[in-house]
């Protein structure tokens, strides 16, 4: 479908959308218009008068105003952009990975992930990324994750959470769960007698990853089904913290409580 109309006047110019996010700031002369954008009168007086046309801003003789219309289309408007820019941001990540694992209503709130970027490492370092989970983590007072692939140091690793009492909440998937439970028996069992530790089993996943009361790290398989070893999504603050802690409560739901081995 060809845009045009009032779609075009917002989507085809950077300097018009800008503006109508100015104006719901709200009203500025021009001379103050001039000076936010850095422009001169000719530049900006052409889109002033297009958003003026599509009732999305009016003027007064002093001031520029946004419409009532012009704040409907802000409400709808912001949503898209910053959608559109979080999946921009890590698209290859977004683009290469099996997606099926993450529920559409998280997907669909995609946005709250923008400030998150991608941690890479060479495949000689694999590890490496995972110590730097650690780290992230290690201050938490809350954690919770789902480990579909085994990593070496995370038997000793939660195992100490277990023992400095901060409240976690793992989700392993089967396989992950016979081999720690056959060769690390001695640690999950201190998870499962502390109080601050709870280990739930589910069949398969095809994602990992934790949430903290303040971090968020994601990692995805290839869509050929294999385990993406070198690249983790990651982010920090109480709003990507909260979308990984809502990803887990979804599997949660299909997973089972482990009480004793």
């Not at 109309?5 to 709200?26: A, N, P, Q, V, Y």
């Not at 913290?241 to 482990?258: C, D, P, S, T, V």
């Amino acid at each position: 479908m060809k845009s045009t109309g009032l779609l075009s006047i917002l989507t085809f110019s950077e300097k018009r959308k800008d503006l109508l996010f100015l104006l719901e700031k709200g009203p500025r002369s021009l001379s103050q218009i001039r000076e936010h954008f850095n422009v001169t009168s000719p530049e900006i007086s052409p889109r002033l008068k297009e958003m003026e046309a599509a009732n999305f801003i009016y003027k007064d003789e002093k001031e520029y105003h946004i419409t009532p219309i012009g704040r409907v289309a802000t409400k709808y408007l912001r949503p898209l952009i910053d959608t559109l820019h979080s999946i921009e941001k890590n698209e290859t990540f977004w683009k290469e990975h099996i997606l099926e694992g993450i529920p559409q209503h998280l997907l669909d709130r995609i946005c709250e992930l923008g400030e998150c970027s991608i941690h890479e490492e060479g495949l000689e370092n694999i590890y490496d990324s995972h110590k730097i989970f650690m780290n992230s983590i290690a201050e938490a007072k809350e954690v919770y994750g789902v480990s579909s692939i085994f990593i070496p140091s995370y038997p000793e690793f939660f195992s100490n959470l277990s023992k400095n009492s901060v409240p976690t909440s793992l989700i392993l998937t089967r396989n992950v769960f016979e081999k720690v439970k056959n060769e690390y028996t001695e640690m999950m069992q201190s998870c499962l007698d502390s109080e601050a530790t709870k280990l739930y089993l589910i069949d398969n996943a095809k994602v990992a990853f934790v949430a903290t009361d303040n971090f968020f790290s994601l990692s995805l398989f290839f869509k050929n089904g294999s385990y993406d070893p070198q690249r983790d999504l990651v982010g920090t603050g109480d709003t990507i913290a909260n979308w990984g802690k809502e990803l887990f409560e979804h599997y949660k739901k299909e997973a089972r409580e482990i009480t004793s081995l």
